[in-house]
């Protein structure tokens, strides 16, 4: 089992950043990934970046070029969020995965974008 705590979401206006934390429990080994999904109010959980064991990162095209995923070590994740905008308002999750039944979930953290 592994733990997952999210920090770092807020209240931030237009053209604003915030960095998302993800804490794991246990350290992470391969061939798990790790990935960040919102879901904001009224649709689905969608993938916003996710990155393999070993550092490769992708991104929804809606992100792209504005967030940018990163990992500290085999515990710590990060998602920075640049030129923020009100879309971007979800709740966010930090997930773990190592198969299909081996899938693990943060509790996520509140991010909204507003004037």
């Known amino acids: 089992q592994v733990q997952l705590v999210e920090s770092g979401g807020g209240l931030v206006q237009p053209g604003g950043s915030l960095r998302l934390s993800c804490a794991t429990s246990r350290n992470i080994f391969s061939p798990a990934t790790m990935a960040w999904y919102r879901q904001a109010p009224g649709k689905q959980r969608e993938l916003v970046a996710a990155m393999t064991y070993d550092g490769i990162a992708n991104y929804t095209n809606s992100v792209k070029g504005r967030f940018t995923m990163s990992r500290e070590n085999a515990g710590l994740v990060f998602l920075q969020m640049n030129s923020l905008k009100p879309e971007d308002t979800a709740v966010y999750y930090c997930?773990?995965?190592?198969?299909?039944?081996?899938?693990?979930w943060g509790q996520g953290t509140q991010v909204t974008v507003s004037s």
């Open positions: 997930n773990v995965r190592y198969s299909s039944t081996i899938n693990f």
